[in-house]
């Protein structure tokens, strides 16, 4: 696994008791067993059913039909643009059992990317989906000052700097500690998550894999049950793919 030369580029159950003996001259009928009161089975709630897998985050029934894959940058206008409209309607597919959504990073924007792709990772499975819908809801912010004369002066200042370091400094610049204080986390544990090489290895893993294997050179890039959906970037483009899946 090239992770080295990917970072720069980033841095780019009971018995029963027996009855008393008796000899009776004749048995008892023995009386019909009473009928189990019916109780419909219960559907699981599959949109709580999170569960980190090798390379993300997956929602949703194991073995659903459809299995839809998404890589994506949490930086990216596209994929702020998808999450904000299609967020819902993928969860009601999920809450159905046809479907499964999971979710891997791909830091297409690199150093602004790191900070937070380990922030959206780091309090759970159960915080995941929420934490990630929310920073598309706020994207805006982010993006004014990704646009900013400072954002590239922050880009060139950091190059030859540790990946954790970027993260720091683009924590800061962005705002995501008090972003994810308002999301109940304490400053101390969000900047604890911006140290964690070990994560920030398999996030680079995920890509560099995706690049290779999968041709991934962008996002939001989507695979329906392994299957690239090529050209679509949008949920008017993605639905009607799921729907011809299955869901």
Known sequence: MRLASLLIAVLALAATPASAAQTPTKKPAAKPAAKAAAHPAKTPAWTS????????FRVGNPNAKVKLIEYGSRTCPVCGAFGREATKPLMAYVASGKLSWEFREFLV????????ALLGRCFGTA??????????????????????????????KM???????????????LDYVPFMAKLG?????????LTDAKDLDAILRTMGEAQDKLGVNGT??????????ERAYSWASLEPLLKAAGV
Not at 49 to 56: E, F, I, L, S, Y
Not at 159 to 173: F, I, N, S
Not at 185 to 193: D, E, F, G, M, N
């Open 49 to 56: 059913m999170v569960v980190r897998t090798a390379d993300g």
């Open 220 to 229: 939001p890039s989507f695979f329906i049950n392994g299957k690239s959906a």
């Open 127 to 156: 915080k995941f989906f929420p934490i990630l819908e929310r920073m598309y809801l706020e994207q805006d912010a982010v993006e004014e000052k990704l646009g900013a004369p400072e954002a590239r002066e922050l880009g060139a």
């Open 185 to 193: 986390i304490a400053p101390a544990k969000a900047r604890a998550c």
């Open 159 to 173: 190059q030859a700097q540790p990946p954790l370091a970027v993260a720091q400094a683009w924590a800061d610049y």
């Open 109 to 116: 924007h690199g150093q602004p990317d790191i900070a937070p």
